[in-house]
């Protein structure tokens, strides 16, 4: 747990970099650009590598020793970040900058996230599994708490390039972390599939989704997933724009404090707690409080009622999370972890570009002009939840509640996904 801890403290420090250069980022280009759909696109250069290259990651993460996978994406993402810092210097800074240099950085946070996933079984005891999952959640929840508010009052201070430098010497901190400890490695060995050893780059890329396939109920989980990020994609983009169209960028960053407090509480509950006997029956009842949470958030435009959905949406997702991490780190044997872990991610994500693309377009062309003060709504619907700025967001966010609350319900209708658990051997 020593090793573990030492990493954790580094990766907590690093996220909290990154969330206050999330948060100015976004603020800057919203306000330069006053588009949704160009707001939109730096999520979708975020999400985009991770997507294409997460197979290629996770085989070569898998041969490499992970710490040193770690080590060369921090660095990578920090030069990123540190580029973005000095086109905004000298005056260069373009948004296309910002799309270009999101994506090199998500290009190397794709091979750190199945290095620091697979490390983790090697680090500490499978009984610890899911509070150290909550702990990982943690350092997300208390960067969430911090960034929005830090970040806003920084950018007034010393303005986007000092929140850039800020982030690049969070970077450093966790290199310096990583080059203080060791990792033991994984053991090759040969599980009930067939042979896991020297084998061409291609094959173990193939091997990641084949072992996947095998296993029914890991399949429906990962459909589970892709529904459930599809909506919730379209949700997180369009908050920004929501809470804007009726609240200050200073208010923004307090209900985002208050999310990063919701998650710092689930975090704190999933790390003391170890999460439920039934991981699967907690992960369906989280995710049917996430969609509440959804629908609750475009009934009025309310900073208490937004603030409040948005805590308990923010409460619930460490522990969601959680369950489903302990299932596929206990269901998937270790040597393996990298390369099935980042199959698993992109299989996960692939409907998230999707949900980007269509995000700004939806609420911009569609849902906006039904809610305005004259749309074709505006003498039904709108009487309930308002008209105007933002009620068309508003809006969206009803539907996407509604229909995302019939995921659960779906899903447990299938055996393999319910008992996923029972029909398939703990690996570790």
């Known amino acids: 747990m020593r090793v573990f801890i030492i990493i954790w403290v580094g990766q907590l420090v690093s996220v909290i970099g990154s969330g206050l250069t999330t948060f100015a980022l976004n603020v800057w280009v919203y306000q330069h650009t006053g588009s949704i759909t160009q707001f939109a696109l730096i999520s979708l250069c975020n999400q985009l590598p991770p997507i294409l290259i997460s197979p290629l990651a996770g085989a070569l993460v898998d041969r490499w020793n992970r710490r040193w996978a770690m080590i060369i994406s921090d660095a990578g993402a920090g030069l990123s970040i540190m580029a973005i810092a000095l086109l905004f210097v000298i005056g260069r800074l373009e948004i296309w900058h910002i799309y270009i240099a999101c994506a090199i950085s998500a290009t190397f946070g794709t091979f750190q996230w199945p290095a620091y996933?697979?490390?983790?079984?090697?680090?500490?005891?499978?009984?610890?599994?899911?509070?150290?999952?909550?702990?990982?959640?943690?350092?997300?929840?208390?960067?969430?708490?911090?960034?929005?508010?830090?970040?806003g009052v920084l950018l007034m201070a010393i303005q986007l390039q000092g929140v850039l430098a800020i982030d690049v010497a969070t970077f450093l901190f966790s290199l310096l972390t990583l080059f203080l400890v060791r990792f033991p490695n994984a053991k090759n060995t040969t599980d009930t599939d067939g042979e896991v050893g020297k084998t061409s780059l291609l094959q173990e890329v193939a091997y990641g989704w084949n072992y996947i396939t095998a296993r029914p109920g890991l399949v429906g989980l990962l459909i589970f997933f892709v529904a459930d990020n599809f909506f919730t994609a379209i949700f997180t983009v369009l908050f920004t724009p929501l809470v804007l169209s009726f609240a200050s960028p200073s208010v923004?960053?307090?209900?985002?404090?208050?999310?990063?407090?919701?998650?710092?509480?689930?975090?704190?509950?999933?790390?003391?707690?170890?999460?439920?006997?039934?991981?699967?029956?907690?992960?369906?009842?989280?995710?049917?409080?996430?969609?509440?949470?959804?629908l609750v958030d475009g009934l009025r435009p309310s900073v208490p009622l937004v603030a409040l959905a948005t805590f308990l949406f923010s409460f619930g997702a460490p522990?969601?999370?959680?369950?489903?991490?302990?299932?596929?780190?206990?269901?998937?044997?270790?040597?393996?972890?990298?390369?099935?872990?980042?199959?698993?991610?992109?299989?996960?994500?692939?409907?998230?570009?999707?949900?980007y693309l269509v995000a700004g377009?939806?609420?911009?062309?569609?849902?906006?002009?039904?809610?305005?003060?004259?749309?074709?709504?505006?003498?039904?619907?709108?009487?309930?939840?308002?008209?105007?700025?933002?009620?068309?967001?508003?809006?969206?966010?009803?539907?996407?509640?509604?229909?995302?609350?019939?995921?659960?319900?779906?899903?447990?209708?299938?055996?393999?996904?319910?008992?996923?658990?029972?029909?398939?051997?703990?690996?570790?």
Not at 122 to 150: C, D, F, N, W, Y
Not at 398 to 404: N, P, R
């Open 319 to 355: 522990i969601f999370n959680s369950c489903s991490h302990v299932i596929w780190q206990k269901k998937v044997a270790i040597e393996v972890q990298g390369r099935v872990f980042a199959v698993r991610r992109t299989i996960a994500c692939i409907s998230l570009p999707l949900a």
């Open 361 to 428: 377009p939806l609420a911009e062309r569609v849902f906006q002009p039904l809610m305005a003060v004259n749309g074709p709504l505006a003498s039904s619907i709108g009487k309930l939840i308002g008209v105007g700025p933002g009620r068309g967001i508003g809006l969206l966010f009803i539907v996407l509640g509604a229909v995302s609350m019939l995921i659960p319900i779906v899903a447990y209708q299938y055996p393999r996904l319910r008992f996923v658990e029972d029909e398939l051997p703990d690996q570790i």
């Open 252 to 294: 923004l960053g307090t209900i985002l404090s208050i999310e990063g407090l919701g998650l710092l509480l689930g975090s704190l509950v999933i790390s003391t707690w170890g999460g439920p006997s039934r991981l699967i029956q907690g992960l369906f009842a989280f995710q049917m409080l996430a969609s509440l949470c959804v």
């Open 117 to 151: 996933s697979a490390a983790i079984p090697l680090l500490v005891p499978k009984k610890h599994l899911g509070r150290v999952s909550g702990m990982t959640q943690l350092g997300e929840s208390v960067a969430q708490l911090i960034s929005p508010v830090l970040g």
